[in-house]
């Protein structure tokens, strides 16, 4: 009843009036600083004094001639034509992403991102988590704290005090971002000092406590309409780029982790286009279909009521759900319960992996799950990763539950002398690991609190590195070309507060990108990503329905082997398909939920028996109905003509008949197909 948008707060006209001012004093400091300066910051070496001839290089070897602080990327999009100007977004100048609209400082690599770039999305979505910041200032007279683009969307926060975001508040939230994105509202980035932004950004401060994090000189801080917002950027060149947003969720969270004040978070999507948009909803309906926690839980009317967790997302129930293959519980949260087919699943990607490892010269070993703090603290995690640790109380002392391997498998090494004969040495461990993750963040098998991963460790020498670096590349070829999946490969280079000397990280980045040319496939940089002791090489699969998921990494480390004084050996982690469950639910959704595999199922003894299995309820009972077995396998029907002559008659999930065939003959053919590691074994049975 009545409109449920509060009391809408207006902008600072001093404070816009302020950024203006600052804003014309740089440019015109940009036009008069003298050549080579360095001022302003810019993404592209010495400076040229304004309307110096530059070239203009662009993908493909094409060139084009521009001007020094007068010439943009817009303009050069505009001048290739064919679109390009409508559609791109940011551009990346001698390596540095930016905007648009920003000019040219020098000679130029230029490239152009659209919406389907990753480099595009991300722009695009942090420019739309601009407009829904500005958009909640005004409508629910909230403080913008902060704003940030996902993988799949953007979310803002916002402090309203004890008030909260209502859910029947979303749609007029989501029109009146609309609004304000129809009236074109610019981007305007200014880089400024921190003194300069302090007085600027005084009235919020949430941005203030960000800015004091800021170790630079300067900083940057966009204007969008009323808005003024601390980011990094780049952003788009305005709000009319900007065709449909969907607002999605809002829920609560906290400024600066457990203990911080009470915020508001709104999670939305955008798209260029209405169309786009559209799609978006239909792939997200699908992928709610292929959800692997609705394949994987088990029906009520199988289950008889067994409670579930773990968010399951309301949909409409399809033959290929509710297989009972595992189910979460709230007195465990985030732990899964593998049921007697699921437990299945998991041994035979398990032993899948066993076999790789022994084929490769890998050694299994079993590690303790218990470990004194102490081990994490040499180790370097205990500094960066003591939060995600659980610890156990124990007497005389606190003990912690193991949430990797990689300082075990040094203790491993270390625990006897070792000689340059027994290098490379690779341990491969399937051990029980346990990491203290939000329960926000808990998501089926993706995203759990205990779990065990196809882990294991290479002690070789610096000569053997090269070798040892492309046998695993070739590793996740292998592995991933049985499970039907594509993948990607990024080489992640040290982030802030790494630990070590930069040249030994040079080292380590240069190895790792001679071994990506070398393997062949395209690969990209994802500066400032690797972890804090070393670069690594993250390796991402593609789902059913285009989405990509992180699930192994290659692991160059050179601090471990100097912390636990390791000799002959240089150390290394290799991730082939990430944790067994993640990456199981990922083929589940990718499958629809019934693995390519599925005919395979479970081993048969000999005998029609055996083979009833495989037909569900219906077959055990010489049922010879049309329809698939209610847990999506494959039909095998035995009825009493196929008992009499030891056949059995089977068929497809698509209802493709196979016809009757001899039992042995189904066994055998079986048999092949899973020892062959065939991906489409249905279609080739």
Aim: hydrophobic letters at 35%; aromatic letters at 8%.
């Amino acid at each position: 009843p009545g409109d449920p948008r509060p009391q809408v707060s207006g902008p600072d006209p001093e404070r816009l009036r302020l950024f203006q001012r600052l804003r014309a004093a740089a440019a015109a400091a940009e036009r008069w600083d003298g050549p080579g300066d360095g001022a302003g910051g810019g993404a592209g070496g010495g400076r040229l004094p304004p309307g110096t001839p530059i070239r203009i290089a662009l993908p493909g070897g094409r060139r084009l001639p521009g001007r020094a602080l007068q010439t943009t990327p817009f303009q050069v999009a505009t001048e290739l034509g064919a679109g390009l100007a409508e559609a791109a977004l940011v551009a990346r100048v001698n390596g540095t992403l930016q905007d648009l609209d920003r000019p040219l400082e020098c000679d130029t690599d230029l490239e152009l991102f659209d919406f389907s770039t990753p480099e595009g999305r991300e722009a695009f979505w942090r420019s739309s988590a601009c407009v829904l910041g500005a958009v909640a200032e005004q409508f629910f007279g909230a403080t913008l704290c902060s704003t940030r683009a996902t993988e799949d969307g953007f979310f803002c926060d916002v402090h309203m005090g004890s008030r909260t975001v209502q859910s029947v508040e979303l749609p007029a939230l989501e029109e009146a971002c609309a609004t304000f994105a129809r009236a074109r509202h610019r981007f305007e980035r200014l880089e400024a000092t921190r003194q300069q932004l302090a007085e600027l950004l005084q009235h919020n401060r949430f941005q203030l406590e960000q800015l004091e994090e800021v170790t630079s000189p300067t900083a940057t801080v966009y204007r969008c309409g009323p808005l003024l917002q601390l980011c990094r950027g780049p952003l788009l060149r305005h709000t009319g780029l900007i065709g449909a947003l969907r607002v999605l969720t809002s829920s609560a969270a906290l400024w600066g982790g457990a203990g911080g004040r009470s915020l508001q978070r709104v999670a939305a999507v955008a798209f260029p286009s209405a169309q786009e948009l559209e799609q978006w909803e239909r792939a997200q309906d699908e992928a709610a279909q292929r959800d692997h926690r609705r394949i994987g839980k088990v029906s009520p009317a199988r289950g008889r009521g067994v409670p579930h967790s773990h968010g399951d997302p309301p949909v409409t129930p399809s033959p290929l759900q509710d297989q009972e293959l595992f189910f979460f519980h709230k007195f465990s949260p985030g732990s899964c319960f593998f049921l007697p087919r699921g437990a299945h699943v998991y041994n035979t990607l398990v032993e899948f992996i066993r076999s790789e490892y022994r084929a490769r010269g890998f050694s299994e070993v079993v590690t303790p799950n218990l470990f004194s703090p102490q081990l994490w603290e040499l180790s370097g995690h205990w500094q960066h990763y003591s939060p995600h640790i659980f610890s156990v109380p124990a007497t005389p002392e606190t003990l912690s539950l193991k949430p990797m391997n990689c300082p075990a498998h040094c203790l491993m090494f270390a625990h006897r002398p070792r000689s340059w004969r027994e290098l490379p040495l690779r341990l491969a461990d399937f051990g029980v690991l346990h990491r203290n993750e939000p329960p926000g963040t808990l998501t089926g098998l993706t995203r759990v609190r205990r779990f065990q991963q196809d882990d294991a460790h290479i002690f070789c020498t610096l000569e053997q590195l090269e070798s040892e670096i492309d046998s695993s590349l070739d590793f996740i070829r292998t592995v991933y070309a049985v499970l039907g999946f594509s993948f990607r490969l990024a080489l992640a280079t040290r982030p802030d507060g790494f630990l070590g000397d930069p040249e030994t990280w040079d080292r380590a980045e240069q190895q790792l990108e001679r071994s990506l040319q070398n393997f062949g496939q395209p690969w990209e940089l994802s500066p400032g990503d690797g972890a804090f002791y070393g670069p690594k090489i993250d390796i991402q699969i593609r789902d059913a329905l285009g989405r990509q998921h992180q699930c192994g990494t290659i692991q160059l480390d050179f601090q471990m082997p100097e912390r636990f004084e390791l000799e002959y050996a240089r150390y290394w982690e290799r991730g082939r398909i990430g944790a067994g469950g993640q990456n199981w639910g990922i083929s589940l959704r990718d499958c629809s939920g019934t693995p390519p595999q599925t005919l395979l199922g479970p081993p048969c003894p000999p005998g029609v028996g055996g083979l009833l299995r495989l037909g569900g309820a219906g077959a055990g009972r010489g049922a010879r109905g049309p329809r698939a077995a209610a847990d999506g396998r494959a039909p095998a029907v035995v009825g009493r003509r196929e008992r009499e002559r030891g056949t059995v008659s089977v068929r497809t999930r698509e209802n493709r008949q196979l016809g009757e065939l001899e039992l042995p003959r189904v066994l055998r053919r079986l048999r092949e197909l899973r020892d062959g590691r065939v991906p489409d074994a249905e279609r080739r049975f």
